[in-house]
Nanobody, 115 residues
Framework: QVQLVESGGGLMQPGGSLRLSCAVS????????MGWYRQAPGKQRELVAV???????TYADSVKGRFTISRDSAKNTVYLQMNSLKPEDVAVYYC?????????WGKGTLVTVSE
């Protein structure tokens, strides 16, 4: 059974940094795509950043220049380095993986940005 386990969320002051990690287990196939989505209170889930098997990445406009996605394919792990955090980054961040045509989600990790 495929599982995605996130870690690294928490509380940070505005302007600070956090790094999220997500490890995929239970699959003999390497994910085609891995990435991160987030859902803020009262809002729909939205894409933050995704990365394909190569170096192709897609970022939400709101995080470009501040967040960086990276991937360790050998470990089936994806990371999200979040710098210059803003109050509007507060959300539950969900790890995402697509393996062939199936999609999988982590349970989410909360990121809070506050003084």
């Amino acid at each position: 059974q495929v599982q995605l386990v996130e870690s690294g969320g928490g509380l940070m002051q505005p302007g600070g940094s956090l790094r999220l990690s997500c490890a995929v287990s239970g699959s003999i196939l390497r994910p085609n795509t891995m990435g991160w989505y987030r859902q803020a209170p009262g809002k729909q889930r939205e894409l933050v950043a995704v990365m394909g098997n190569g170096i192709t990445t897609t970022y939400a406009d709101s995080v470009k220049g501040r967040f960086t996605i990276s991937r360790d394919s050998a470990k089936n792990t994806v990371y999200l380095q979040m710098n210059s955090l803003k109050p509007e980054d507060v959300a539950v961040y969900y790890c995402y993986a697509r393996i062939v045509s199936s999609e999988y989600w982590g349970k989410g990790t909360l990121v809070t940005v506050s003084e």
